[in-house]
């Protein structure tokens, strides 16, 4: 195994634990990224470890917020936290749309819009939506500024956004999430850390349909790159997920949203000058 390909998934695990959790499109980055540094795998493993290098992201979250995520206290006497079991039922509630679609429609939707028109239109439509919506928000207050304040139906309205980030790569699936939460009056910050919990379903769900798919015969480089790239997206992730919730409490998502529509442009200018 080339010391070139350990590089090349550190790189990739790297983008991948900035762009989970800032609302920029992590699928987006990693099709792009994979343009220009391209993994020496089969194309099955690689369909593979994009989805399953989520992982380490993933469990960024869990170590950052076991506390609000694990409902058992073990002290002087055992504690069961209602509040903690009443807000997975909503995860789980908000994520059946696109759990449902995801199972039924995977290999579909990748073959009609895993492409670069698609993620560049993803970019830069809910670009111009970050903005409209902040805009609007000026002079509005957020109605739900707690955790424990979203409702089922807000939770399900939630996760018909993230619905939507199922379907099309580019939307980014925090992205939409956030959108439809600001949209419905939730907090920025309530925001954030919602689809941050809304992650850990849904990705495990996709990691293991994507495993189950592939296989667990891993040759010996197969699963190196695969364990690096999850280790460093873990890392990188508790960074970013620490920065977005500070930058948050004091400024709006509207840099993010100038972003994807910039980047938008330059992917569907830079395949246009290549076709």
């Known amino acids: 195994m080339e010391f070139i390909e350990i590089l090349k998934a550190i790189l990739f695990g790297i983008v991948?634990?900035?762009?989970?959790?800032?609302?920029?499109?992590s699928t987006g980055h990693m099709i792009l990224l994979n343009e220009f540094v391209t993994l020496n795998v089969s194309e099955e493993f690689w369909e593979m470890f994009e989805v399953v290098i989520q992982l380490g992201a993933i469990l960024a979250v869990v170590v950052l917020f076991w506390n609000q995520l694990f409902p058992f206290q073990f002290r002087k006497k055992p504690v069961i936290r209602a509040d903690i079991f009443s807000m997975w039922f909503k995860i789980v509630f908000a994520c059946i749309p696109a759990a449902v679609v995801g199972i039924l429609f995977d290999d579909q939707i990748d073959a009609l819009f895993y492409n670069y028109q698609t993620v560049s239109i993803a970019l830069i439509v809910f670009g111009i939506l970050f903005l409209v919506i902040e805009n609007r928000n000026r002079h509005f207050k957020a109605s739900i500024c707690r955790i424990e304040d979203i409702s089922y139906l807000t939770a399900f309205m939630i996760g018909l956004f993230q619905l939507i980030a199922a379907v099309f790569p580019g939307t980014s699936r925090s992205g939409a999430t956030i959108l439809g939460a600001l949209?419905?009056?939730?907090?920025?910050?309530?925001?954030?850390?919602f689809?941050?919990?809304?992650?850990?379903?849904?990705?495990?769900?996709?990691?293991?349909?994507?495993?189950l798919k592939f296989g667990l015969a891993f040759t010996v480089s197969e699963a190196v790159i695969l364990l690096v790239g999850m280790v460093v997206a873990?890392?990188?992730?508790?960074?970013?997920?620490?920065?977005?919730?500070?930058?948050?409490?004091?400024?709006?998502?509207?840099?993010?949203?100038?972003?994807?529509?910039?980047?938008?442009?330059?992917?569907?200018g830079y395949f246009a000058l290549l076709g």
């Open 234 to 268: 873990f890392l990188v992730s508790i960074l970013v997920i620490q920065f977005l919730l500070s930058y948050i409490k004091k400024n709006d998502f509207k840099v993010f949203g100038w972003y994807r529509i910039i980047l938008g442009v330059v992917v569907l």
């Open 16 to 25: 991948e634990g900035i762009t989970e959790w800032l609302p920029i499109s």
């Open 195 to 211: 689809t941050f919990f809304l992650a850990i379903p849904v990705m495990f769900g996709a990691s293991l349909l994507k495993l």
């Open 183 to 193: 949209l419905i009056g939730v907090s920025r910050t309530v925001a954030a850390e």
